[in-house]
């Protein structure tokens, strides 16, 4: 029997009937490779609170993060695991899971959802303490994405990255945003004097996302010729979010 470790910060426990699950994604990705394959054994290696949200979130994740890094090589041990499917949920947890399959000869799968080195890179100033933390974080990363089989990326975008930092790196794509018809805006179009700067926010808003930064940019762009805000693939809360921003 062929045992799959799924790490993912807020992951159900292993056992938990389908219709329970919470981490929506992942129940519908063990229920295909289950009808590929019934003899596949789906184990989880997730964070010390399961659950995002609620008080304390921020000293929960703190908890999860360190955990869930320092207790990577045990789980591949004790899960006994052919192949780990490596979601970055808490942030960098797939350089752990990189070096310790490395260790162990396991089969490697990420599924990047988020890419905090690049993040971490692109919005600190070139000088600072930070950015020079974060570029040595993304050496790291550049040295261990090429270790993975497969990389499943969110978009053709993010598909491009890791195809220039890891040539020979299988790679997939799997949006995770909304698929649902939205209003249609054209960018293509050059605006006339006088009209608005249309914008689109296209991508996930989380509960722990600011949108300060974004408020403080439309404020400057805004300043004596209007902004038309648009975006997709938003959850209801984001829409609300935005509402309220605009």
């Known amino acids: 029997m062929k045992t799959i470790l799924y790490v993912f910060e807020f ?4 056992g ?6 919470s981490d929506a994604l992942w129940g519908l990705v063990q229920a295909r490779l289950e009808s590929l394959n019934p003899g596949i054994r789906a184990e989880t290696a997730g964070g ?3 659950r995002a949200g609620g008080n304390g979130f921020a000293f929960k994740r703190v908890c999860n993060f360190f955990y869930m890094h320092l ?11 052919d192949a780990v499917f490596v979601r970055t949920t808490p942030p960098l947890i797939q350089l752990s899971y990189a070096f310790w399959c490395g260790v162990f000869r396991r089969k490697k799968i990420l599924w990047l959802m988020d890419y905090h080195p690049v993040f971490g890179v692109r919005t600190t100033p070139k000088k600072s303490l930070a950015n020079r933390v974060w570029r040595a974080l993304d050496s790291v990363d550049r040295l261990l994405l090429k270790k993975f089989d ?9 598909r491009e990255l890791v195809k220039e930092r890891a040539p020979n790196v299988e790679t997939a794509v799997c949006p995770t945003f909304s698929l649902k018809a ?5 960018l293509r179009k050059e605006p006339r004097p006088g009209e608005p700067l249309r914008l689109l926010y296209s991508g996930n808003l989380g509960k722990s996302h600011s949108v300060g930064r974004l408020e403080e940019l439309l404020k400057l762009l805004a300043d004596g010729r209007g902004v038309e805000f648009s975006y997709c693939g938003a959850s209801g809360a984001a829409a609300d979010v935005f509402a309220r921003m605009c």
Not at 16 to 21: D, F, G, I, Q, W
Not at 150 to 158: G, I, K, Q, R, Y
């Open 11 to 14: 992951a159900d426990d292993a």
């Open 16 to 21: 938990a009937p389908l219709r329970e699950k």
């Open 48 to 50: 010390i609170f399961r």
């Open 71 to 81: 207790s990577s090589a045990f789980r591949i041990l004790f899960s006994r695991a």
């Open 150 to 158: 497969l990389v499943v990326c969110l978009d053709e975008a993010m």
């Open 182 to 186: 939205v209003e249609w805006l054209d």
